[in-house]
């Protein structure tokens, strides 16, 4: 081959590596249009969604925050009307058993004086029974 032809083939072999390299790059670029297309809506809307879950989050996080504060105040006023209950019912078991003790002793009491006055008046008459029956046998 001559030295012309060697030539004329390095050029060729030349525009054939330039047209690959153009090839290539209409393809890049080709390609980062397609995968754009794939991808920029699934990725802007995966994002508008993390901004919407991140914000619902943060809020939740706060609520929660205050129900577990509403929670804690809650047990301590509700344990603390438990105890309020179960000493005011105690209490009113006792004052009423009190009272009735004191009533039944008050009763007792009086009964007792009664039974004394009646069996005083049971004596009285008795000896006035006897001394009506000494009488009518005297008569």
Known sequence: MSEQELRSQIADKEDEITRVEEEASKKEASAEKEIEADFDEKINDTKSK???????????????????????????????????????????????????????KNKKSKIKAFEAEIKTLRKKVEKLEIEQLKNQSSE
């Open 50 to 104: 993390l901004d919407v879950g991140e914000v619902d989050l943060k809020e939740a996080t706060e609520k929660s925050k205050e129900w577990t504060k509403k929670m804690n105040k809650l047990n301590v006023e509700v344990s603390a009307l438990k105890k309020k209950h179960e000493n005011l019912v105690k209490g009113k078991a006792k004052a009423l058993n009190k009272k009735l003790d004191n009533i039944l």
